[in-house]
């Protein structure tokens, strides 16, 4: 067992390994694209020298990161330090840079097809891994909102990098608008909780809530955790809070794109999860009710608009706004069950939807022009191996046996159910039915639908591509045959507080 005491500036640097191995990668990049000239590194964006070497930096310093996050599995602290040191963070970090590995190993050819330069790519999404990595990690609510702004900022310039297509530049405009609306929440209701529990540390403050002794009243703090949620909302978004979702996914790079879906929403999703039902776990009553319509019109609204939705990366767009609101179902239950749940629903959700972004940029074609439903027609016999993958994210994301994603909405039933919140439940069972046309719909074009002949054909699959493809399959239908290990795993990780085993909710309230 490693103890960190934070006596030393040493302890900090231990702690934040990852983190710190994340960013001397960035710069390392950064200074090799400002010093190294262009054509003794053999080029530019085309899939050249330099490109490679910048994916191997960012793929190594990952999985660099990654080692160090399982290397502080064992580790502890101080329960009132910055940084937290648990189970849940390792479980955090480990979906986070799992995505980033396979955002990274999926986006290069995409940048070669489009001309898009590599190094600022890379270090960008370097940058915003830390971020996301420093967001799940805080235990100090300024540390808190340091760790949010570096994982936006970063992902505001990589939605505008195609630069000269107006859609992207379109779509980092509005995120750019949406998200610093949205941080002004989150700094807002960070200072009225600072009023309201004299701290801005998240453990002192959850004691003070649970002794009631907040300094400032019951006003400060419910306007401080209705600030917050709202802040967490639109980096999630959850309706109606998700306007800008579609637009600004629909014109990011699709590698962006996927990383928006997945990294964003799930650093974001695991800061909301431990806030809320740990440290403000006290308050439960003041936040629960808020939660609730969030998770039910989150789960219906996009659902809905999905249906209409003749752009395939568009109709993914609302299919990732649909599944934060299962996710929070899991925060609604606010039990033990709830967020392995959540975990596990968070880890299956990352594999399948850089997955299906990939295959939807390389089905599209330079300049993203055929990612409609029809230019999917035949492809399940024009190009097997992509429509066998396609077909089983596709299944997962709906919800179908055997695969992660149907354990996965599982479990936050059964936890929705044992929570008492039968509406909730049964709004996701019913949701999920009305998502298995648009996913169908796809399949259908792919398998009982032919091309004419004049149709696009998407280019065979690189090994590496395929490769990495395959072993995204191959997790998701391990983890929907064989779900039982992660999710003790991911009971294991969760850390101690009021909803650590304890459900907040009563088992009679089926509304809020």
């Not at 003794?40 to 999985?63: F, K």
């Not at 002004?184 to 002192?204: H, K, M, P």
């Not at 219906?300 to 109709?315: S, Y």
């Not at 191959?474 to 990780?493: C, M, N, Q």
Request: hydrophobic share 55%; net charge neutral.
């Amino acid at each position: 067992m490693r103890v960190f005491d934070f006596a030393s500036h040493g302890s900090y640097w231990l702690a934040l390994l990852p983190e710190v191995i994340l960013s001397i990668a960035a710069m390392v990049i950064l200074m090799r694209d400002a010093f190294v000239p262009a054509g003794e590194a053999s080029g530019g964006s085309g899939g050249d020298g330099r490109m490679s070497v910048d994916c191997l930096v960012t793929l190594y310093s990952i999985a660099g990161a990654l080692v160090a996050s399982l290397w502080l599995m064992d580790a502890s602290g101080p329960p009132d330090a910055m940084i937290a040191l648990d189970g849940f963070r390792v479980a955090a970090d480990v979906i986070l840079l799992g995505g980033g590995l396979l955002v990274v190993s999926l986006s290069r050819d995409y940048l070669s097809r489009e001309g898009l330069r590599s190094p600022e790519f890379h270090a960008l999404v370097l940058m915003a891994l830390v971020g996301m990595l420093v967001l799940v990690a805080a235990r100090d609510l300024i540390l808190l909102f340091v760790g949010l702004e570096l994982m936006s900022i970063s992902v505001y310039v990589l939605t505008g990098y195609a630069r000269t297509d107006p859609r992207s530049s379109e779509a980092s405009l509005k995120y750019f608008l949406v998200g610093a609306f949205a941080s002004a929440f989150v700094v807002y209701g960070i200072a009225l909780l600072y009023g309201a529990t004299g701290t801005t540390r998240l453990a002192t403050a959850a004691d003070r809530i649970a002794a009631g002794a907040g300094a400032g009243g019951d006003l400060l703090l419910v306007a401080g955790i209705g600030l917050l949620l709202i802040g967490f909302a639109f980096k999630i978004a959850a309706v109606p809070f998700h306007m800008w979702a579609p637009d600004a996914y629909d014109g990011a790079p699709t590698p962006v794109t996927s990383l928006m879906a997945t990294g964003v929403k799930a650093a974001a999703f695991i800061a909301l999860l431990r806030v809320l039902t740990v440290d403000l776990g006290g308050a439960a009553e003041t936040w629960r009710g808020a939660v609730w319509w969030l998770a039910m019109l989150t789960m219906i609204v996009p659902n809905l608009i999905a249906l209409a939705q003749d752009d395939v990366k568009r109709m993914l767009a609302y299919s990732s706004v649909a599944h934060a609101g299962y996710l929070l179902v899991g925060v609604a239950a606010a039990s033990e069950l709830g967020r392995s749940a959540s975990l596990f629903y968070l880890a299956a959700y990352t594999v399948v939807t850089v997955a299906s972004f990939a295959i939807v940029f390389h089905v599209a074609g330079k300049g993203d022009r055929h990612q409609r439903v029809r230019d999917y027609r035949g492809l399940g016999w024009r190009r097997p191996v992509l429509g066998g993958a396609l077909l089983v994210f596709l299944l997962s994301l709906a919800g179908f046996p055997p695969t992660a994603g149907f354990v996965g909405k599982l479990y936050l039933l059964r936890a929705a159910v044992d929570a008492g919140e039968t509406a909730l439940a049964v709004t996701l069972v019913l949701t999920s039915l009305v998502a298995y046309y648009y996913y169908l719909r796809v399949v259908w074009k792919m398998y009982f639908e032919t091309a004419p002949e004049d149709a696009h054909m998407p280019p065979s699959p690189k090994p590496g591509f395929n490769l990495v493809i395959g072993t995204c399959v191959a997790l998701i239908l391990l983890a929907g045959l064989f779900p039982g290990r992660i999710i003790e795993r991911a009971r294991e990780a969760l850390p101690d507080g009021p909803a650590a085993g304890v459900t907040i909710a009563g088992p009679e309230s089926d509304a809020p």
